[in-house]
């Protein structure tokens, strides 16, 4: 079996993270970069279900730019077997979609798992876009992953906004992975040391003969506004006054 894992560079959320003066991106100087969280806990999955069933080869892949690398280390430190960078400048969702249907097509994994989101731009759309390109079935945020006794078919327990729903389909298939699927290892020392030894293939975008043109185009940037102080009251009916005449959401 082949696992496929997505893995996207994210600006630190422990970061203090400025718009910069025009409003067209953020400023990177200085900023620290890491593993997408919810890409984590993909990467985190893939390596259980290796441990579990055996005979599973895990790849990580990158769409982005070369110092993705960094992250994909950290992706093959956790222990991943190999990974893929395709380098690319900011593409979009779509694109990136695109991207990954070739590596697909290369790869031929059984599984595909992608975070559910990237913290940076929220999309959640690429493991959509990607099942539909690919005419794969899918479940997204899941928090649960079983497979049959053959491995050929996965059921998955997923969050909805009624509850839990809990659907199954045949490999191969795609998932995203949500925050309750598992808690993320830490990269240890030997795995530190093993991942500089590990085969990352680096390819151009360009190569794949993919239409990178962006679909969507951020137009401006800006800080949320600062938050007004708060103040103190002397009584409770100086509070229902507050919440009536000022606040009014009573």
């Known amino acids: 079996?082949?696992?496929?894992?997505?893995?996207?560079?994210?600006?630190?959320?422990?970061?203090?993270?400025?718009?910069?003066?025009?409003?067209?991106?953020?400023?990177?100087?200085?900023?620290?970069?890491?593993?997408?969280?919810?890409?984590?806990?993909?990467?985190?999955?893939?390596?259980?279900?290796?441990?579990?069933?055996?005979?599973v080869e895990v790849v990580?892949?990158?769409?982005?730019?070369?110092?993705?690398?960094?992250?994909?280390?950290?992706?093959?430190?956790?222990?991943?077997?190999?990974?893929?960078?395709?380098k690319a400048d900011k593409p979009d969702t779509t694109a990136v979609a695109r991207i990954l249907v070739k590596i697909v097509e290369k790869e031929?994994?059984?599984?595909v798992i992608l975070g559910k989101q990237a913290i940076d731009d929220d999309s959640n759309e690429v493991g959509q876009i990607l099942a539909h390109l690919l005419g794969w079935p899918q479940a997204t945020f899941i928090s649960k992953l079983t497979f049959s006794g053959d491995k050929a078919a996965v059921e998955c327990v997923r969050e909805v906004d009624g509850g839990m729903e809990t659907i199954g389909f045949a490999l191969p298939a795609i998932i995203t992975a949500d925050l309750r699927l598992n808690e993320p290892r830490y990269a240890s020392l030997p795995g530190i040391m093993k991942a500089r030894k590990k085969p990352m293939e680096e390819l151009d975008a360009a190569s794949l003969g993919v239409d990178l043109t962006p679909r969507i185009r951020i137009?401006?940037?800006?800080?949320?506004?600062?938050?007004?102080?708060?103040?103190?009251?002397?009584?409770?009916?100086?509070?229902?006054?507050?919440?009536?005449?000022?606040?009014?959401?009573?």
Do not use: C, Y
Request: glycine share 8%; net charge negative.
């Open 108 to 111: 031929t994994p059984d599984l």
């Open 1 to 55: 079996m082949k696992i496929l894992v997505t893995v996207k560079r994210v600006p630190d959320p422990e970061s203090s993270i400025k718009v910069s003066p025009d409003g067209a991106g953020i400023v990177e100087s200085g900023l620290k970069w890491v593993v997408n969280p919810f890409d984590e806990i993909a990467i985190e999955e893939a390596l259980r279900i290796k441990e579990a069933q055996g005979g």
């Open 60 to 86: 990580v892949v990158s769409v982005g730019v070369g110092e993705s690398q960094e992250q994909l280390r950290t992706g093959l430190a956790m222990g991943a077997d190999r990974a893929i960078l395709v």
């Open 219 to 250: 137009k401006k940037l800006a800080p949320p506004p600062a938050r007004t102080a708060g103040r103190k009251v002397e009584s409770v009916d100086e509070l229902i006054n507050a919440l009536q005449t000022e606040a009014k959401v009573m």
